[in-house]
C-alpha cells in the first residue's frame, strides 16, 4: 500500500475564516484548490462556496445575473424541488442534473510561504462575470508555462458545465481565455510540460448516450484549441471506483513517465484518489496504473461536511521527492497530504493494472 | 413563406436499390447524406443502415468487434428491452439513451451526373473499423477546403457519440484524421470557407445536467484542434423547434453573411428545417433567423418510414441561384428538394428573430 501521510493538524483552511463577498451571504465551502508556486509562495486557488444566509422557510439561490453584473438571490418554494442532493435544486420529477445550484462559487487565493499556514485574501480572485458562469466556477487547475500560470475552471450556468481558461502572471490580475472544453465537462487538467511538440489536457466529459463518465486525452498546439481526442481510462468494477473517474492533479513528468494523481468515485458517491502512469512521448499511452486507491476518505474532517465522504485534489507541489498533495475534503474544507514519488512509482511498478 | 420546391419524383434514392453489406443483411434506410460537388459529379455521401435479416424470436444486433475486425450478431432476449424507439435498444429501467443500436450504418457513395440519377456504389466507402465506432458511422457532412474533400461524421460506440474527420481527394481512398470532438456531441458542420482567419464549426453537445440541445461555434487553425467555443443558438418555444436543434448544411457564405440551414425537432420528435445567417467576419453573431420552419415533414415518404415525420438535411449544392437540397426522409429514403436563395435570403430580412 502506498503510505499517504497527512498532515496532523488538518484541516488546513476551513469555511469559517473565508470573508463572504457580501454581508447578507456566509461561505459554505472552501475546498478543492488548484496549487501554484509563485516565486517563494504558494498560493492555493481555492473553490469558495457561499451562499444567501437562509432567514425564511424559502430556500434561497444565489446566481450571477448578466443585467444587473451582481449576485442576485430568489427564493424557490422548497416544496417543488428535489434537495436530496444539498448541492443542487432540481424541479421534482425532472430527469436533469439541476436547474439550480444551492450555493455559488468562485475562486479565491490563499497565499504561504511555508505552505500550511495560509493568508486568506478578503476578496475573490475571479468572480462570475459572463453567461457561461451565472451558478459560478468551480474546481480549478493551474498549470505553469513559461512564465504564465493557466488556470481552468468548470464554469456552470443554465448552458451546461463548460470548461473556461483564463491565465495570470501576477495573481492579481487574469485574462479571460475563453471556452476551451464544450458542456458538458469537468475536471480538465493541462500537463506541466510539452511532449512531442503539443499541450496535453485530461478532461471527462459528459456521455449521457451511454452513462460514461471517463477520461479523455486531448492534445493542442496553443492551449486554446484542443483536438486528437482519444478516451485514456475509465473506472473499474471495484468498489472505490465504480462509479466515475476524472483527472485531479495537472500530469507532470517523472523519470517514468507523466505521473496523474486522478479522483474515483464508487457508486455511493464516496471519493477516493488513485496514481495512473503515462508514457513520456505518447501520453495517450499507459504504464501502470494502480489498482487500488492511494488515499480514501478516513478522518472526520474527509467524512462529514457538506458533501460528506470526499478527499478530490486539483493540485499538487512537488518538494524534492515529496508530492505535497492539496485537497478539498467533504466539500466543505482544504487538507494537504504528503507522498513519497518514489513510493508511488514503486507502487506502480509492482501492481499495475493498464486496463482502461 | 419561403418557396421550397421538392421534386416531383422523391424519393430520389430508397433502401431496396442498396446492395446489403453481407448477404444475410437487409439494408432499412439510405439517408442523411453529405453532398460533395467533384467535378461534374454530384456525390451523395449516404448513410446506409443495415440490420440481420430478423429470422428468429430474438432481435438480433449488429456491431463492429474490434477482435474479429469485422460485424458480429448478437442475440437479444426481447422481454428485457425497452424497444419503443425502433433506433435503439435500452435495457428496461435503464436511464440511458442506449446499450445497443438495432442498426449499424456505414457511409456509401452514390454519383451523379445530373443530380438526380444516382449510380451507387457496390461497396461501402467508409465502414466502421475503430473503437468509436462499434456501433456504426452516422450523418456526415462534407466541405471542400482547397482540394481536399474533408467528411465529418458521428461515430457510435459504448464510448458514446464522438465526431470523426477523414479526408478525401478521390472518393476511393480516405485518410483517418481522428476525433475531432468529444462524446456526445452531433451534427457537426464545417463552413465551406474561412472566416478572418480561422476555420469554423458549429456542433452540437449533449448537456446532461440541464438538458439542453443547442447548437455552439467553434474555431480551429488546422481543422484538428477546435476551441473559442461559444453557445450560438437554441430551439424556441414554438411547436415545430421546442425539442432541439442541430446544424444542417455546412455553411455557406453569400453577399448577406453565412447562411446556415439547420434541422429542429419539437418535442414530438417531428424534425423540420430552419434557416439561420450568421455574420461575415464573426460567425458568432447571428443577423437574422427565419421564425418558422422552412420546410416540414409532409408527404408520405417523409412522414412514414423507420423514423416517421423526418426531413433532415447534411448538404446542399448553389446551382446558380438555386440552393439544392439533399435530406434524408423519415431516416429512411434521400429526397431533393430546390429553393431559391434570394427568397430566403428576403424571408430572413423580411421576418427575422434573433433571439438564441
Known amino acids: 500500500m502506498i503510505k499517504i501521510k497527512r498532515y496532523k493538524n488538518n484541516p488546513i483552511i476551513v469555511p469559517k475564516i473565508i470573508k463572504p463577498s457580501r454581508d447578507d451571504f456566509e461561505v459554505i465551502g472552501a475546498f478543492n484548490p488548484a496549487v501554484a508556486q509563485y516565486g517563494d509562495q504558494t498560493i492555493l486557488l481555492m473553490r469558495v462556496a457561499e451562499r444567501p444566509k437562509q432567514v425564511s422557510k424559502e430556500l434561497k439561490i444565489p446566481f450571477f445575473s448578466l443585467s444587473s453584473k451582481s449576485i442576485e438571490v430568489i427564493d424557490l418554494d422548497k416544496t417543488k424541488f428535489n434537495l436530496s442532493d444539498p448541492r443542487v435544486a432540481a424541479p ?10 444551492t450555493s455559488i462559487s468562485h475562486i479565491r487565493c490563499a497565499r504561504s510561504f ?18 457561461y458562469e451565472t451558478f459560478g466556477l468551480e474546481d480549478p487547475r493551474c498549470t505553469k508555462i513559461g512564465d504564465v500560470y493557466y488556470i481552468n475552471f468548470s464554469a456552470v450556468s443554465p448552458k451546461g458545465v463548460c470548461v473556461e481558461l483564463v491565465s495570470t502572471m501576477d495573481f492579481k490580475s487574469y485574462k479571460d481565455e475563453g471556452v476551451i472544453f464544450l458542456p458538458d465537462n469537468k475536471d480538465v487538467t493541462i500537463f506541466s510540460g510539452m511532449s512531442s511538440g503539443s499541450y496535453w489536457a485530461l478532461s471527462r466529459p459528459s456521455v449521457p448516450s451511454t ?3 471517463d477520461v479523455w486525452i486531448s492534445s493542442s498546439s496553443d492551449l ?25 492533479i495537472p500530469p507532470f513528468l517523472t523519470p517514468y513517465g507523466w ?5 474515483a468515485a464508487n457508486n455511493k458517491n464516496e471519493y477516493s484518489l488513485g496514481a495512473i502512469l503515462l508514457d513520456r512521448d505518447d501520453p495517450t499511452k499507459i504504464i501502470a496504473r494502480y489498482p487500488k486507491p492511494i488515499m480514501v476518505p478516513e478522518y472526520e474532517y474527509e467524512t462529514n461536511g457538506f458533501f460528506g465522504k470526499v478527499v478530490f485534489t486539483c493540485g499538487g507541489i512537488l518538494n524534492n521527492n515529496d508530492l505535497i498533495i ?31
Open 211 to 213: 452513462g460514461n463518465l
Open 114 to 131: 511555508d505552505g500550511i499556514n495560509f493568508t486568506i485574501d478578503d476578496e475573490p480572485f475571479i468572480f462570475p462575470h459572463n453567461e
Open 92 to 101: 421534482k420529477n425532472s430527469k436533469y442534473d439541476f436547474n439550480y445550484l
Open 326 to 356: 492539496y485537497y478539498g475534503a467533504a466539500d466543505t474544507n482544504i487538507s494537504v497530504a504528503k507522498v513519497n514519488l518514489d513510493d508511488i512509482l514503486s507502487g506502480l511498478e509492482k501492481n499495475s493494472n493498464v486496463e482502461g
Open 259 to 263: 505521473l496523474e494523481i486522478y479522483h
Open 224 to 248: 486554446h484549441e484542443w483536438g486528437r481526442h482519444k478516451k485514456l481510462f475509465g473506472g473499474s468494477n471495484s468498489d472505490w471506483d465504480n462509479g466515475r473517474v476524472g483527472a485531479g
